[in-house]
Nanobody
Framework: QEQLVASGGGSVQAGGSLRLSCAPA???????MGWFRQAPGKEREVVAI???????RYGDSLEGRFAISQDTSKSTLYLQMNSVKPEDTAMYYC????????????????????????WGNGTLVTITS
């Protein structure tokens, strides 16, 4: 099974920025990719999803601070995190799944058991106050 590799995590002060990367990306038509996070003692949640057409969807209250994008020439998925807050502290994961109906379908199905086909390792993001 292909393994996604996430990177870019680290410790950043509140208000700062961070960019996460995940490769390989660009699985082709019908696939979506996403970023997810899990804080200690909490459920995994969707951060952002992007489908093969470039449509995006974000978790609650994250749009405007976070931006998901992919560079198909580099086969890399990105998450730009701006104005970070201590509550953004979590392990961040990237994943890919086949959702030909697009971003909304991917968003709703991604956290179900088997909802995504490929998962990456996590990269830890720590926001200090």
């Amino acid at each position: 099974q292909e393994q996604l590799v996430a990177s870019g995590g680290g410790s950043v002060q509140a208000g700062g920025s961070l960019r996460l990367s995940c490769a390989p990306a660009g699985y082709g038509d019908g696939y979506c990719m996403g970023w997810f996070r899990q804080a200690p003692g909490k459920e995994r949640e969707v951060v952002a999803i992007i489908d093969s057409g470039g449509s995006t969807r974000y978790g609650d209250s994250l749009e405007g601070r976070f931006a998901i994008s992919q560079d198909t020439s580099k086969s890399t998925l990105y998450l730009q995190m701006n104005s970070v807050k201590p509550e953004d502290t979590a392990m961040y994961y990237c994943a890919a799944g086949f959702y030909p109906l697009g971003v909304a379908d991917c968003y709703s199905g991604s956290l179900e058991d088997g909802g995504m086909d490929y998962w990456g390792n996590g990269t830890l993001v720590t926001i200090t106050s």
